[in-house]
C-alpha cells in the first residue's frame, strides 16, 4: 500500500477545512501472511524496523483489544516490510493502520464495503480509530488516500472526491533532518487556537484559501508565478503555527539556495518533509529528492 504526501490542508483539515493529498507509490507498506498452527509472530523488515518494534505491538495490542480478541488465539506469522520513515509525513502510520485493519478483515473481524462512502465503511473507521495512536485525533485524510491509492480532495464534513486529469508541475519532496511528532504538532496547534483564537483563525483561513488556489492550478498546465504565490501562502501556516524549527529553517534555505522557486512543509511539520517547486530538474545536490509525480 502506497505512501502518501498532502498538497495542502495540514491541520485545518480537523476544523472543517479541505485537504490535498496524493498516494506516493515509490515509499509503501507491503504486509505479508503466513498461515500454520505456531503462535502468533510479527516480523519487520524495511526502514527503522528495530526502532518501531514497539509502534507495531502498540498497533496490534489496540486492535485486538477494540476487537476484544485474546491474542492467544491468533495463529502463523504476519511480516510488515516498509519503506516509510516514521514522523516524515509521508504516511508511515497510515500504512500501518490500514495494513492492521486489512489483516483483521482478512482474518474475518473488520467488514467492509468498498461501495460506501470511506467515512462510513467499517474498515476505514477501524484503521482512522487505530490511528488515534499517533495523531491523538485522526483526520482520517491519511487513511483515505492509503485505500484509495488516488489523489483526493478530502473534508471530514463534506466527503472525498477523487482529483482526475489534474496538472502538476515538478515537485519534489526530501527529508529536513529532523523528525516531526504527528501528535505534538496537532496539540501545538490546537493550544495556539485556544491562546490565540484571532490569530489561529486567520492562519486556518490562509491555509483554505491556499488549498482552493491550488486546486485551481492543477486544472491549468502552466502557471508558475500561481503554484509559487500558493506554496509560499501554505508554507507560511507553519512557520506562523510554530512547526518551523531550525533544521527546517536550514533546509529551506539550502533548497532555495539551489535553484528551487519555492517550497512548503507537508504533513503535520515540525520536520520531516519539504515539498519543493522547480522549473527544471534539479541535480547535484546533497540529499536526496523524491519526485511527486506519478502519472
Known amino acids: 500500500m502506497p505512501g502518501k504526501w498532502i498538497l495542502a490542508g495540514e491541520h485545518t483539515v480537523l476544523r472543517g477545512g479541505k485537504a490535498l493529498v496524493f498516494p506516493l507509490t515509490s515509499q509503501y507498506l507491503e504486509i505479508f501472511y ?22 507495531v505491538n502498540a498497533v496490534f495490542a489496540r486492535a485486538l483489544e477494540t476487537l476484544k480478541i485474546q ?17 516524515a509525513g509521508m504516511g508511515a502510520s497510515a500504512t500501518l493502520c490500514v ?80 523528525q516531526g511528532i504527528t501528535k505534538d504538532c496537532v496539540t501545538r496547534v490546537k493550544n495556539l487556537g485556544l491562546d490565540q483564537p484571532q490569530f489561529a483563525k486567520e492562519i486556518d483561513e490562509r491555509m483554505m484559501s491556499a488549498v482552493s488556489q491550488f486546486s485551481e492550478l492543477l486544472n491549468h498546465q502552466k502557471n508558475e508565478a500561481g503554484w509559487i504565490d500558493a506554496m509560499n501562502k501554505a508554507h507560511s501556516c507553519f512557520r506562523d503555527w510554530g512547526l518551523m524549527n531550525q533544521n527546517v529553517k536550514n533546509h529551506e534555505e539550502l533548497l532555495l539556495k539551489h535553484g528551487a522557486l519555492a517550497v512548503k512543509l507537508t504533513g503535520s511539520g515540525g520536520g520531516g518533509f519539504m515539498l519543493s517547486l522547480w522549473n527544471h530538474k534539479p541535480i547535484h545536490l546533497p540529499f536526496n529528492l523524491i519526485p511527486c509525480t506519478e502519472k
Not at 503466513?34 to 509502534?55: A, C, D, K, W
Not at 495523531?135 to 482526475?164: N, T, Y
Open 34 to 55: 503466513f498461515t500454520s498452527e505456531m503462535p502468533f509472530e510479527i516480523t519487520l523488515r524495511g526502514e527503522n524496523s528495530l526502532e518501531i518494534q514497539s509502534v
Open 71 to 87: 491474542s492467544e488465539t491468533l495463529t502463523g506469522q504476519v511480516i510488515l516490510q516498509s519503506n516509510i520513515l516514521f514522523g
Open 99 to 178: 495494513a492492521v485493519a486489512e489483516f483483521f478483515h482478512f482474518l474475518g473481524y473488520v467488514s467492509t464495503d468498498s461501495q460506501k462512502e470511506p467515512q462510513t465503511d467499517s474498515l476505514y473507521e477501524f484503521a482512522r480509530q487505530l490511528e488515534n495512536l499517533f495523531h491523538g485525533e485522526s483526520s482520517g485524510v491519511d487513511i483515505a488516500v492509503v485505500l484509495r491509492k488516488k489523489p483526493l480532495l478530502f473534508s471530514r464534513e463534506q466527503g472525498i472526491h477523487e482529483i482526475e486529469n489534474y496538472h502538476m508541475p515538478q515537485l519534489y519532496l526530501s527529508h529536513t533532518g529532523a
